[in-house]
Structure formats: C-alpha cells, structure tokens
C-alpha cells in the first residue's frame, strides 16, 4: 500500500490550496484517514482526520478554515484549505489506517504518505 500526496506550493496569504492523497494497492478498506503537518524543529501534529463513515476533527487552528473530506470508492481523501496564513506552512503528511491483503489474510496497519510542502508568504 502506498498514500501519494499531491496539491501543495506556494501562496500568499489569504489564498487557498487544496492537497490530494490516494492510496494504493491491494487494499480492502480504509479507516480513519487524516492530514498532518510537520515544521522544522517540531513534532509532527494532527491537522484534520475523517473516519470511514465522514466523523471529521479538526486541530483548534485551522477549524473552520480548512474541511477534510474523502472518497471511499477512489481511496482519496483531499483537505481543502482556506484563509492561509504563514503559520499554516509547513510538509503536510497524507496517513491512513488501511486493511490490505497480504497473500490469504487481511491485514490493517498504518501508512503514510510523502509530504507535500505548503509556503504561504505574508
């Protein structure tokens, strides 16, 4: 199984991104699936997660600016952020919690995808 983000670059503030993930692979369903973000010098921290039935959280900073949403037929799950601002930039991580096959058996683990780096300039 691989998670392959897509959708992050550069923005003043104020603008919009949208960011991308797919999973891939012999999968047979995916649980919760988030975004995270990571600066410099930081723990990597939780930006948005939905659950496979839609139940979304959101980290206080972003509430209301950015909306989580995913796809269970195509394996995606998008964050859509608005109002950027320059403490939003950062190498944002697409995670999934996915039940694969493996051979004859079903396995469920965690993956995480490459980050794809979101600079918004003031």
């Known amino acids: 199984v691989q998670l392959q983000a897509s959708g992050g670059g550069l923005v003043q503030a104020g603008e919009s991104l949208r960011l991308s993930c797919r999973a891939s692979g012999s999968i047979f369903s995916s649980d919760v699936m988030a975004w995270y973000r990571q600066t410099p010098g930081k723990q990597r921290e939780l930006v948005a997660s939905i659950g496979s039935r839609g139940r979304t959280k959101y980290a206080d900073p972003v509430k209301g600016r950015f909306s989580i949403s995913r796809d269970n037929t195509k394996n995606t799950v998008d964050l859509q952020m608005n109002g950027l601002n320059p403490e939003d930039t950062a190498l944002y991580y697409c995670?999934?919690?996915?039940?694969?096959?493996?051979?004859?058996?079903?396995?469920?683990?965690?993956?995480w995808g490459l980050g794809t780096q979101v600079t918004v300039s003031s």
């Open positions: 995670y999934g919690q996915i039940t694969f096959y493996d051979v004859t058996r079903l396995v469920t683990d965690e993956f």
